[in-house]
């Protein structure tokens, strides 16, 4: 014969069975699917430009000295020789320390590549932080030394 007692027990063994089963139904249940659009990757380049008002470009290595080779803000073309035959030279002066540079196409001077020279004139590629430029120099003529 069953007691009160056992009635008691058998409700508890009940009641925390059903609570695993329940518990256990609501994990094995599937989450509602989320809406998901795709999202396109944008990468935008962060372009700096430094004005230098006669400073050292801070961006540049304090220990390369001589062999970044010179500015080209500093430099001007002071005379070509040119000979298509054998190859033109340019020559080139640093403004800042007074350098001469002698230069034929496709000498490389730092960053700056020579392009091309021409009678007069000498093109050049400058290349900083990976983006190129081209530049053209040309010699000044002296109206003082002219004949």
């Given amino acids: 014969m069953m007691t009160r007692g056992d009635f008691m027990t058998r409700g508890a063994v009940l009641a925390v069975s059903g609570a695993a089963v329940a518990l256990a139904l609501a994990l094995s249940a ?9 999202i396109a990757n944008v ?3 962060e372009i700096f430009t430094y004005p230098s008002l006669g400073r050292r470009d801070p961006f540049r290595p304090l220990n390369a ?4 080779g010179p500015n080209f803000e500093d430099l001007t073309l002071s005379g070509v020789l040119f ?3 054998i ?6 002066t640093d403004r800042k320390t007074g350098r001469r540079y002698r230069a034929r196409e496709g000498d490389v001077l730092g960053d700056i590549r020579v392009a091309a020279i021409r009678s007069g004139e ?6 900083s932080f990976g983006i ?3 530049e053209t120099l040309t010699v000044k003529v002296d109206k003082e030394t002219a004949g």
């Fill in 122 to 127: 000498a093109d050049f590629v400058i290349t």
């Fill in 65 to 68: 000295g001589e062999q970044i």
């Fill in 30 to 38: 599937k989450p509602a699917e989320a809406q998901t659009t795709p």
């Fill in 83 to 85: 000979n298509p035959g």
């Fill in 43 to 45: 990468y935008e380049r």
């Fill in 132 to 134: 190129s430029r081209r």
């Fill in 87 to 92: 190859g033109s030279v340019a020559t080139l």
